[in-house]
């Protein structure tokens, strides 16, 4: 393995580690640092009860989902693709972009609520769990993924059969030059190894 790719790998993984302390323990994301620089852990699929199993550790991806008004139910059209493009538009027919957003209680609702008001902006961390939490009310395991100086989303898509990286404030879906849609993983082996990544755009236009 080429040490930019571990180093990276291990950046991404250190990233969302700090997500993780907030959510599960300092402990456990020391430990999934310690044990997973190649971020194989990570990138583990979910089985059908949204729980990955990759050595000795088990990363639970089921959260109950909330409703997110005016999406329609997931259809599994291009492998589940067509449903994330469908989050991906509603998620910025909603949201401005421009300002941090901090709010105590994180719900679908509450961010609804105050993208209300016509001045409201928010950044990429509310653009990311809102994509999420659209793509969890379809059925779809979805997790919001901590890079340096951005956060996104991947999605695992059991068509597909891996995470797909997808992003509401970028709009795009990543996918390699044939078509392959490609997770966060994949996307940083082959920006290392000077091979073309297409940030496929869905709505193709500003907020």
């Not at 190649?38 to 729980?51: I, K, L």
């Not at 695992?156 to 392959?180: K, S």
């Amino acid at each position: 393995l080429k040490k930019p790719l571990v180093l990276l790998l291990t950046l991404w993984v250190a990233g969302n580690a700090l997500l993780l302390v907030s959510l599960k323990g300092k402990l456990w994301a020391l430990q999934l640092l310690l044990h997973d620089s190649t971020g194989a852990v990570f990138d583990a699929p979910p089985d059908q009860h949204g729980v990955a199993h990759a050595g000795n550790f088990t990363i639970g991806y089921f959260i109950p989902s909330e409703p997110a008004p005016g999406l329609a139910p997931a259809h599994g059209g291009d492998r589940g693709l067509d449903d994330v493009r469908a989050a991906i538009r509603w998620v910025r027919a909603r949201l401005r972009a421009g300002r941090f957003f901090i709010t105590r209680d994180w719900h679908i609702a509450v961010i609804l609520r105050a993208a209300e008001d016509p001045h409201r902006k928010f950044l990429c961390g509310s653009y990311s769990r809102l994509l999420a939490a659209a793509c969890m009310a379809q059925g779809y395991p979805a997790r919001v993924v901590v890079l340096e100086g951005h956060i996104g989303v991947e999605v695992y898509l059991p068509a597909v059969g891996h995470w797909v990286m997808a992003d509401a404030l970028y709009d795009f879906i990543a996918f390699d030059p044939g078509g392959e849609p490609l997770s966060l993983a994949r996307v940083a082996r082959r920006l290392i190894d000077g091979q073309p990544v297409v940030w496929q755009p869905i709505v193709g236009r500003p907020d």
